[in-house]
């Protein structure tokens, strides 16, 4: 089963991804996580990614490519995977079909989670992470910058906001996907497994609808 999330920062496909592992066992490909992998194995490939990135640039996409490519090929990917958040743009997606193509891999379901711009601001500007467990908390249940986290044995946890779910980032980083990652949609709907899905309300009633398709 090959899984591609797509939507807008904040509209929930990390945490769609998370319900489809606990129900399936299928590894999520992060390309941040394959990146922070590659310069932690210390191979001459990791030491030009953390060059790359110590300086500010953006490491390029045949690069993120191979690395995508190298994941595929282990066994853990053998009964499918999840993409969230990868590809970015259609230039990547176009390199990425070819891969598929390549490796005789079949992607199944693609599935957009919709969510309205103004609802996801003030999803992002709320949200606050925990420093030491995966806890999302969030402004509007009362929880600020700095509390305990308050989940069972998670010490010493506390709760922060991120550089990018400030407000006037996430209205950037929103019109960035609306100009180069939204073209994407046509390309996949254009082979029949766009599954378009409204999100923004209980993430349990969204993560049922997704398993029914892909159940059935």
Same mark, same amino acid.
């Given at each position: 089963?090959?899984i591609?999330f %797509?939507?807008?920062?904040?509209? /929930?496909?990390g945490?769609?991804?998370k @319900?489809?592992?606990?129900?399936?066992?299928?590894?999520?490909?992060?390309?941040g !996580?394959?990146?922070r +992998?590659? @310069?932690k194995? &210390?191979?001459?490939?990791?030491?030009?990614i953390?060059d @790359?990135?110590?300086? &500010?640039?953006f490491v390029s996409?045949?690069?993120?490519?191979?690395?995508v490519?190298?994941?595929?090929?282990?066994?853990?990917c053998?009964?499918?995977?999840i993409l969230? /958040? *990868?590809?970015?743009? =259609?230039s990547?997606?176009?390199?990425?079909d070819?891969?598929?193509?390549e490796?005789? #891999?079949?992607l +199944? *379901?693609?599935?957009?989670?919709?969510?309205?711009?103004?609802?996801?601001?003030e999803?992002?500007?709320?949200?606050?992470l925990?420093?030491?467990?995966d806890?999302?908390g969030?402004?509007?249940? /009362?929880?600020?910058?700095? !509390?305990?986290?308050?989940?069972?044995?998670?010490?010493?946890?506390?709760l *922060?906001?991120?550089e990018?779910?400030?407000a006037?980032?996430?209205?950037n980083?929103?019109n960035v996907?609306?100009?180069?990652?939204?073209? #994407?949609?046509?390309? *996949?709907a254009?082979k &029949?497994? %766009?599954?378009k899905?409204? /999100?923004?309300?209980?993430?349990? =009633?969204?993560?049922?609808?997704?398993?029914?398709?892909v159940?059935?």
């Amino acid at each position: 089963m090959n899984i591609l999330f %797509l939507g807008a920062p904040g509209c /929930g496909k990390g945490t769609q991804s998370k @319900i489809i592992i606990k129900e399936f066992g299928i590894p999520q490909i992060s390309t941040g !996580d394959l990146l922070r +992998e590659e @310069i932690k194995g &210390g191979s001459n490939l990791g030491k030009e990614i953390q060059d @790359i990135m110590s300086t &500010g640039k953006f490491v390029s996409d045949d690069l993120v490519l191979s690395l995508v490519s190298k994941k595929l090929g282990q066994d853990e990917c053998k009964e499918g995977f999840i993409l969230d /958040g *990868y590809p970015r743009n =259609i230039s990547q997606a176009k390199s990425l079909d070819s891969l598929f193509i390549e490796k005789n #891999i079949n992607l +199944e *379901y693609v599935f957009l989670i919709d969510v309205p711009f103004e609802t996801l601001i003030e999803r992002c500007t709320g949200r606050l992470l925990c420093t030491t467990c995966d806890y999302i908390g969030n402004m509007d249940r /009362g929880e600020k910058v700095g !509390d305990k986290c308050e989940r069972d044995n998670c010490e010493p946890g506390k709760l *922060y906001q991120r550089e990018d779910d400030k407000a006037e980032t996430v209205k950037n980083r929103l019109n960035v996907y609306q100009e180069q990652t939204a073209p #994407i949609i046509d390309f *996949y709907a254009s082979k &029949g497994i %766009l599954h378009k899905m409204i /999100g923004g309300n209980d993430p349990s =009633i969204l993560s049922s609808k997704i398993l029914e398709i892909v159940k059935s």
